[in-house]
């Protein structure tokens, strides 16, 4: 993989500060991507919990934000590629949305790398690992979310 | 067994001081609910009156033998789920999606009054229509049904962290529990089929399944954007290992495809708009302009006995000279063609490219069939049909692009394709190999094997294209049987003789004499005064560099999809893997199916085959297209979008974000609200994503579903 990124799995054990990380993806390009990464015995770090839905067109803003209201450390949102959309167009739409969360995430003073949409097809099994791998380990090193403080 | 027994006899106590517990903390989480979303009322006629009724929902952990088992901890996770409130059965088994696994579903249902499952097991898009149907053997409606996903996306990818493994597999059932919870009965809409199919490509994989179509008394559009049908196979001189006469084998098939009532045939013609869903798809088929009429169209127009009949007359006029794509552009043609004598359908074509509308052939047609017309134009056909088979074949690797070969650069390198129609009887030279340079005939010949294939380099392709091996140890066959005293030598990595009589095939060249050499050739260079090559390789079984003086190169190039692969298959929703080969619905149950109902494979679009094997997906493609066609209808899932009116402000941004026209604004109580066409709706949620007033309910993934997942995951944990 030739893309940018920390893709060295990390350590885990007592101690060390484990992210919570929400995904929410699509069924047909990256959650069938997930599941060739399963069938395919890519290892990644465990810590991100998966939301199915059709289309990433069908992902809310509220969501995502509703994911770090709740005290999600990262939210990670995933899709097909451009133009392989199984319902022509939704994550065109989607990523118009996720720019917006990336505005606002930005104006609430909440670091924006924090979130992240990415495009993984149904045969990108290595990819879904890499991706995974980087967002834990960019969250990582962002430390816990604010928010979860604010809310203590 | 000893250790299963106990967890079994822990969960039955477990179950019991439940019955009892926490039914208290059940009713304060569920009693906000009601109120945050009154759309319950508002909801699909289909909401059941069970939906207010107290959640109890059964979960069922796999262990999938060791796959799930052997990397956490399945009683852990198990005692986990029946401390959740609202789950009142939880069970394990090893193998769920057995007959046992399917049946302790059923029992619990009936046992404990269940109004909800959730099974902890591999991927929904595996086994969820499984464990539907043990849901609806229950008794309950198979939309209560949930599935957590604890292999493919946890035991499977953290296969080394068993406390990992066994928290996300904790958290996944309760976010599963969660959804289960909120579930509502639905029912799929069945929709009538169009009897009739289309197949996009006419080779050999397209003819067949056309033909397989057609025989099941199924009216078939069969698409082909070139001039005539036959594909690659018709330009191919010998089939492997049997050495039938490719044409001999197609023509017969040719001919049946022209003649065939039930197929509709549409050469030269392209796929230009796809629209709809299984069982009713409306297709756009764009007719190049052909610039001739056939019989058909001729008497359309009042011509009687008119129309092309093949004659040729205008051939031998036109002034234009083109090379002949079909030959590989080894043979000249004129702006008005047929690409062999052998064509189906017998109709000239003009190329419009290279026309120069001097009218000489629209004389020498002359007035009685008149079927030449200047001015055609593109003409857009619209057909509706119930299934569809993408056939659309490959191309050619560009192999100049591997530039130490040479090819392109000199003149003596040519590909496997070249080499196909310079060796047929029907080709430029009559069925002499001759060297492009002077004509003379070769006697070494060097074959390149994986010319491009299984290359990591970057320029190649990395796959195996699948028959090179075996079509270039026939053409070895070839030069030994026509020229005598002519040598093959094929550098090859492995050959992969895989198939039936294929390894008998490899043996039997080897003793007529063919040199095999094993090593990959490095490069190529030319003798500037004789044209002769050097192939320069590794012999990698001496251990020694070769430098071979050789008459004729042909490079065994590698396949890659058809230039207008990724075009169709967007019309037609179909994904592709990463080397843009079309995306089959399962590698190896599914290998003719895609992820959209209703649109199949066939053939060498999904992955290089050979012609036994697409043939054999051919069938297979029309044998599950015609399916839904003989039964008559389908079931769509219902994932429907539906309006909660009351919270509507008929805006309208919905009815612009619809991909599929589905949602209108309609005037109701005096003011204006959305209205879904549940037909056209395919369910994406693009429109519930956006409505800024939440007044959208979508099916199976409602608002209030997700957030109850969202919220199970990230402030479930402390319970």
């Known amino acids: 993989m030739s893309a940018p990124g920390n893709f060295a799995i990390p350590e885990r054990g007592p101690g060390i500060w484990q992210p919570k990380i929400q995904g929410i993806v699509c069924n047909w390009c990256s959650y069938a991507g997930a599941d060739l990464a399963g069938g395919g015995r890519i290892q990644y770090p465990p810590d991100i919990r998966i939301v199915r839905v059709m289309c990433t067109g069908r992902i809310d803003a509220l969501f995502v934000l509703k994911a770090f209201a709740d005290g999600a450390d990262g939210v990670l949102v995933s899709g097909c590629h451009f133009g392989d959309c199984h319902y022509l167009e939704g994550n065109y739409k989607a990523a118009k949305r996720m720019f917006m969360v990336k505005r606002l995430m930005k104006s609430i003073g909440l670091d924006d790398r924090r979130f992240r949409m990415t495009f993984v097809s149904a045969s990108e099994g290595a990819k879904w690992g890499a991706v995974v791998t980087d967002v834990v380990n960019v969250v990582r090193e962002l430390g816990p979310s604010p928010i979860t403080e604010f809310n203590k | ?719």
């Open chain 2, 1 to 719: 067994m000893a250790e299963k027994k106990a967890t079994t006899k822990k969960t039955e106590t477990k179950k019991d001081t439940k019955k009892v517990a926490p039914v208290k903390d059940d009713v304060k989480k569920q009693a906000p609910a009601p109120a945050a979303k009154p759309k319950a009322a508002a909801a699909p006629a289909q909401v059941g009156s069970t939906i207010k009724q107290e959640p109890r929902i059964g979960v069922f952990v796999c262990h999938c033998g060791t796959n799930i088992a052997g990397s956490m901890d399945i009683p852990a996770v198990q005692e986990y789920a029946s401390t959740l409130p609202g789950v009142e059965y939880v069970d394990n088994y090893q193998y769920m999606c057995s007959t046992p696994g399917q049946s302790k579903i059923d029992k619990a249902i009936h046992d404990h009054k269940l109004t909800g499952i959730v099974v902890a097991a591999c991927s929904p898009r595996l086994h969820e229509p499984t464990f539907r149907t043990a849901t609806k053997e229950g008794g309950l409606n198979p939309f209560r049904f949930e599935m957590a996903n604890i292999r493919e996306q946890n035991s499977w990818v953290h296969m080394h962290d068993r406390e990992g493994s066994t928290d996300k597999a904790k958290d996944a059932v309760r976010i599963a529990v969660a959804k289960a919870k909120l579930l509502q009965d639905l029912y799929p809409k069945t929709v009538p089929v169009e009897k009739s199919a289309m197949v996009v490509g006419a080779g050999v994989a397209g003819m067949q399944a056309a033909l397989d179509l057609a025989a099941a008394g199924i009216k078939t559009y069969l698409v082909e954007a070139d001039t005539s049908i036959g594909g690659r196979m018709s330009q191919l001189d010998k089939t492997f290992p049997t050495l039938d006469c490719s044409q001999c084998i197609l023509t017969p098939k040719m001919v049946d495809v022209g003649r065939d009532q039930n197929i509709e045939l549409y050469t030269w013609s392209e796929i230009e708009a796809v629209e709809g869903y299984i069982g009713n798809f409306d297709v756009t088929i764009r007719k190049k302009a052909r610039g001739v009429l056939t019989p058909k169209e001729a008497a359309a127009r009042g011509i009687v006995g008119g129309g092309c009949n093949g004659c040729g007359d205008c051939d031998a006029v036109c002034p234009v000279v083109k090379p002949n794509d079909f030959e590989v552009g080894m043979k000249p043609r004129k702006a008005i063609y047929i690409n062999h004598p052998q064509v189906v359908p017998l109709i000239y074509t003009i190329d419009f490219n290279s026309c120069i509308k001097c009218g000489l052939c629209v004389t020498a047609c002359g007035s009685e069939k008149r079927a030449i017309d200047l001015e055609s134009k593109d003409e857009f056909i619209k057909v509706k049909v119930g299934t569809a088979i993408l056939a659309t074949g490959y191309d050619i690797f560009p192999i100049e692009k591997k530039e130490e070969w040479g090819y392109k650069k000199y003149e003596n390198v040519i590909t496997s394709l070249e080499f196909e129609r310079l060796i047929c009887a029907s080709g430029p030279t009559g069925g002499h190999l001759v060297r492009p340079s002077d004509g003379q005939t070769p006697k070494k010949v060097a074959f390149v094997l994986c010319a491009g294939s299984r290359d990591n380099t970057g320029t190649g392709k990395p796959y195996c294209s699948r028959f090179c091996c075996m079509y270039s140890l026939k053409h070895a066959h070839q030069i030994i049987e026509k020229i005598p005293g002519c040598v093959p030598y094929l550098f090859y990595m492995d050959i992969r003789s895989f198939g039936k009589m294929y390894e008998e095939f490899y043996y039997r060249i080897q003793d007529e004499g063919a040199k095999f050499i094993r090593g990959r050739v490095a490069n190529i260079l030319e003798d500037p005064k004789t044209k002769n090559l050097h192939v320069h390789a590794d012999d990698t079984l001496l251990d020694r560099p070769i430098d071979l003086d050789v008459d004729l190169v042909v490079l065994a190039a590698a396949i890659q999809p058809k230039a207008d692969t990724n075009r169709t298959r967007k019309l037609f929703g179909v994904s592709c893997s990463m080397d843009g080969w079309l995306l089959e619905a399962h590698p190896k149950l599914n290998p003719c199916g895609t992820t959209t109902a209703g649109v199949f494979l066939a053939g060498v679009c999904q992955a290089p085959k050979d012609i036994p094997d697409t043939v054999a997906s051919a069938e297979g493609a029309a044998s599950a297209a015609s399916i839904p066609i003989h039964k008559g209808e389908v079931e769509l899932e219902p994932y429907f979008a539906s309006c909660i009116e009351e919270r509507c402000a008929g805006c309208g941004m919905c009815v612009n974000l619809c991909p599929y026209s589905a949602l209108s604004l309609v005037e109701k109580e005096g003011r204006k609200v959305m209205q879904v066409t549940e037909a056209k709706c395919k369910g994406c949620g693009t429109c519930g994503g956006f409505c800024p007033g939440g007044a959208i309910w979508m099916n199976h993934f409602t608002t209030p579903q997700i957030v109850a997942q969202i919220d199970a995951f990230l402030l479930g944990g402390e319970q």
